[in-house]
């Protein structure tokens, strides 16, 4: 076989005699550039496809333009992994960590006592924010529990990376009609079945196929997945506005400019001294306007 299969798509598909909805997402190439930012330990490459995916996931789940958040934080050697990502399915992330993370480490392992953040920000209405423990041995249980706890509604959810790519897969019980959870149930033992091998080597249609011949199964067109990041010269200005001015003169004397990083995408913002004086100048000037 020499056809590339397509990754980094989201793809969504429904029963038509169950009322249970699915997800599938494929990723490679945009989870090549998250982790590619940083020399992350392998353990935390794994972390972040398999957050890549959840993420994707949840974002296909949202009823609104805007942002998601899901951020991973504990007591323990990776004190932080987030992946951000918004409706039209542009994600990016980072992950903070100190010392050795060894190739096979837990989430216990990873975190300590750890937490789950998911921050829904939508463009217009109410930031909503859902927290639950790391206290499962994966991330898919603690999503899962997420969903139970935010929505009850049944959820089946799977996540798969390595080094290379990463997937997932998502089934819910329609929130309209609560009658059919013998369907969920049947269909969620169907979907465990799938294996890191089938997401990773074959087309999504072909997956849907193998695990759910014998049912009818609706299948959308795709999302294309890519990483994006939102950061900006103007962003980094901001930033630099909340430390005082007299630090920030201090920085510019001794090395002629304040160097940004982006620490999602590696980008670079330098400021020198005049860049400098007009971020203090439009601050004063739209304190004073208020
Ligand atoms: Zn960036």
Redesign the pocket.
């Known amino acids: 076989m020499n056809t590339e299969m397509t990754t980094d798509n989201l793809y969504r598909y429904l029963f038509e005699n169950a009322s249970v909805r699915g997800e599938l997402v494929q990723l490679k190439n945009s989870y090549q550039e998250v982790i590619s930012a940083h020399e992350y330990p392998l353990a935390i490459q794994k972390l972040l496809g398999e957050l890549m995916a959840a993420t994707s996931l949840l974002t296909a789940t949202l009823k609104f333009s805007g942002d998601i958040s899901v951020q991973l934080q504990g007591d323990g050697p990776v004190s932080l992994a987030v992946i951000n990502g918004n409706n039209l399915q542009q994600l ?1 992330g980072v992950s903070r960590w100190n010392g050795d993370i060894s190739d096979g480490a837990s989430l216990k392992q990873m975190f300590g006592k750890g937490y789950m953040v998911i921050t829904l920000t939508p463009d217009d209405g109410e930031r909503y924010q859902g927290v639950v423990a790391l206290d499962k041995d994966t991330l898919a249980e603690c999503l899962e529990d997420y969903f139970e706890q935010s929505e009850q509604l049944p959820t089946k959810i799977k996540l798969f990376a390595d080094t290379k790519q990463a997937a997932g897969m998502f089934l819910q019980v329609l929130p309209t009609d609560g009658n059919h959870n013998g369907d969920f149930e049947h269909l969620s033992v169907l979907t465990e079945t799938v294996k890191q091998e089938e997401l990773f080597t074959l087309q999504a249609e072909e997956v849907l196929h193998r695990l759910y011949h014998e049912e009818e199964v609706r299948l959308f067109e795709p999302v294309e997945i890519t990483f994006k ?3 900006s010269k103007e962003r980094s200005a901001q930033a630099i506005r909340t430390v005082s001015k007299d630090e920030v003169d201090a920085i510019i004397a001794e090395q002629g400019k304040v160097e940004m990083g ?1 620490e ?4 670079k913002y330098t400021f020198d001294s005049i860049d400098v004086e007009a971020i203090y100048a439009n601050a004063a000037s739209s304190e004073v306007t208020q």
Do not use: G, S
């Not at 999602?264 to 980008?267: E, F, H, I, L, R």
């Open positions: 990016r990041c939102t950061c982006c999602y995408c590696n980008n």
